[in-house]
């Protein structure tokens, strides 16, 4: 059975700081990796994509890598704001012919960025 | 309507009381999902539906039940309330290849079962 987990459970950083929050799978055969944030008592908003033959995706002052031998994804976040204050969450979908079609999340990230 | 759209925003229910939650989403995506959020527990995959037509059980499907009649609407259905389905419930839809597997959530609904 496909776990997430993600490292560190809550993190601190003063404003401007560059920052990494960890993924890890334990089962390599994934079709892709998606991160998200969630604000409090949101709902989740999709950040990046990251197929399984791809090693990177950026979208501004995020980027995220994919390294599936080794069952691992990290989440850059360059010049940290207080606006980036959120739960960030990592789900991969195991490769067809596995587990189905179906997300499995990490349990989160809580990010606080401090003016 | 941009997206995925829930209702109600939030619920008191009293326990065996029937529930359900609508789900619509305008994206055309195939593939619908409803989690539940707890504290200490994560998302937890409820029911999902690959197409319209057709549902499937996820992790946590015990009490509930859904629906696919169309490509837009997925109710999730509570029979007869629990306190233990107190939860934050979120409906998602994705594709179902390449860049369209990228999932999209909705705003949630928070239930609490008393």
């Known amino acids: 059975k496909q776990e997430v987990t993600q490292i560190p459970a809550a993190l601190s950083v003063p404003e401007g700081e560059n920052l990494v929050l960890n993924c890890s799978f334990t089962?390599?055969?994934?079709?892709?990796l998606q991160w998200f944030r969630q604000d409090p008592g949101k709902g989740l908003t999709s950040l990046l994509l990251?197929?399984?033959?791809?090693r990177e995706q950026t979208s501004g002052r995020l980027n995220a890598s994919l390294d599936k031998s080794s069952g691992r994804s990290t989440l850059y976040i360059a010049a940290s704001q207080p606006g980036d204050s959120a739960t960030y969450l990592c789900?991969?979908?195991?490769?067809?012919?596995?587990?189905?079609?179906?997300?499995?999340f990490g349990p989160g990230t809580r990010l606080s960025v401090l003016p | 309507i941009a997206g995925i759209t829930q209702a109600p925003t939030s619920q008191i229910l009293a326990a065996g009381r029937r529930m359900t939650l609508r789900c619509t989403q305008d994206?055309?995506?195939?593939?619908m999902y409803w989690y539940r959020q707890d504290l200490g527990l994560g998302l937890r995959l409820i029911h999902y539906?690959?197409?319209?037509?057709?549902?499937g059980k996820g992790e946590v499907p015990d009490g509930y039940s859904v629906s696919r009649a169309n490509t837009d609407d997925f109710p999730l259905t509570l029979a007869s309330a629990v306190p233990s389905q107190t939860s934050v419930y979120f409906c998602?839809?994705?594709?179902?290849?390449?860049?369209?597997?990228?999932?999209?959530f909705g705003p949630g609904t928070r239930l609490t079962v008393l």
């Open positions: 789900a991969v979908r195991p490769g067809v012919g596995n587990y189905g079609q179906n997300f499995v």
């Open positions: 994206m055309r995506h195939n593939a």
């Open positions: 998602a839809s994705s594709g179902l290849a390449g860049r369209g597997n990228e999932q999209f």
């Open positions: 990251i197929q399984s033959s791809q």
């Open positions: 539906s690959n197409t319209a037509g057709t549902t």
């Open positions: 089962d390599s055969a994934i079709y892709n």
